[in-house]
T-cell receptor, first 116, second 113 residues
């Protein structure tokens, strides 16, 4: 049981490049989400999904795209990378079809992205 | 939007000391949670509180759900080096468009052996 798996762990991009951060979970969780973590800013929600085919925006969605074609996978796409998107990105999942049932989220280990 | 005020922002303590941190909000929450993030890892849930006034312990950790439902605190007794990390509070109301899970900005704990 691997939990939440994120790839890649580290990535360096040039401004304007696009890329996809992958997230997969093997716990059959309906709820999945993406956060970014910046120093002094805590965890900010980018996008979330309450099930396959259903996604919605969080607090900071601009510049990011998501899709949810299966229960297991929830990739995050950076359309045209900017230095302001330099951050640590966390994928998280939970039970519940309307949000995390109990508030407990299971986080991946993070993907550290640098945009030059 | 809703915000949580978590304090202190950082703490640098001696091994063996007790630690106290808290989280306040202008809004009411039905659930308070405390997560810990070890260096280089993702956050992990430490304690969840579901009832106003509830006091819950997990080993050396004790957390309380404030009676007004607008605050929570976390205490760590007799700190050890592996307590190092960032502690996040989170307030949560189930339902709505995104379950309304809000994180504080974190308390960074450093422990000197």
């Amino acid at each position: 049981n691997a939990g939440v798996t994120q790839t890649p762990k580290f990535q360096v991009l040039k401004t304007g490049q696009s890329m996809t951060l992958q997230c997969a979970q093997d716990m059959n969780h309906e709820y999945m989400s993406w956060y970014r973590q910046d120093p002094g800013m805590g965890l900010r929600l980018i996008h979330y999904s309450v099930g396959a085919g259903i996604t919605d925006q969080g607090e900071v969605p601009n510049g990011y795209n998501v899709s949810r074609s299966t229960t297991e996978d929830f990739p995050l796409r950076l359309l045209s990378a900017a230095p302001s998107q330099t951050s640590v990105y966390f994928c998280a999942s939970s039970y519940g079809s309307r949000g995390p049932n109990t508030g407990e989220l299971f986080f991946g280990e993070g993907s550290r992205l640098t945009v030059l | 939007g809703q915000q949580l005020n978590q304090s202190p922002q950082s703490m640098f303590i001696q091994e063996g000391e007790d630690v106290s941190m808290n989280c306040t909000s202008s809004s009411i929450f039905n659930t308070w949670l405390w997560y810990k993030q070890d260096p280089g890892e993702g956050p992990v849930l430490l304690i969840a509180l579901y009832k106003a006034g509830e006091l819950t312990s997990n080993g050396r950790l004790t957390a309380q759900f404030g009676i007004t439902r607008k605050d929570s605190f976390l205490n760590i007794s007799a700190s050890i080096p592996s307590d190092v990390g960032i502690y996040f509070c989170a307030g949560y109301n189930y339902g709505g468009s995104q379950g309304n899970l809000i994180f504080g900005k974190g308390t960074k704990l450093s422990v000197k052996p």
